[in-house]
């Protein structure tokens, strides 16, 4: 089992840069990064793959990247030119494999972060 904890989040304008990050107990699994807005399915927007691979969502291309720190065992989200419908709880999500098909389907993961809040004013 792996613990997650998420951290970055704030409230910014439209135009500027986040960097979330979740720091793990492990970084050896399937990660992903997911947003939801309240009345809304959680969202993948990037996903990372154990050999390395990254798969982003259509929505946000250009503007997340995922990386990770294996010495500080710890996942990131960078965020630039944020937009208003940025704003959502975003969770950090883990698993030990998952289907490449599904990196960014949220049924596929087992373990989750508590998700920090981003909220972009306009």
């Known amino acids: 089992q792996v613990h997650l904890v998420e951290s970055g989040g704030g409230s910014v304008q439209a135009g500027g840069s986040l960097r979330l990050s979740c720091a793990a107990s492990?970084?050896?699994?399937?990660m992903a990064w997911f947003r939801q807005v309240p009345g809304k399915e959680r969202e993948g927007v990037v996903g990372?793959?154990?050999?390395?691979?990254?798969i982003t969502a259509d929505s946000v291309k250009g503007r997340f990247t995922i990386s990770k720190d294996n010495a500080k065992n710890t996942l990131y989200l960078q965020i630039d030119s944020l937009i208003p419908e940025d704003t959502a709880m975003y969770y950090c999500?883990?698993?030990?494999?998952?289907?490449?098909?599904?990196?960014?389907?949220?049924?596929?993961?087992?373990?989750w972060g508590q998700g920090t809040q981003v909220t972009v004013s306009s």
């Open positions: 990372l793959t154990k050999p390395g691979r990254t």
């Open positions: 492990d970084l050896n699994y399937f």
């Open positions: 999500a883990a698993d030990h494999w998952v289907v490449l098909s599904r990196v960014l389907d949220s049924t596929a993961y087992s373990f």
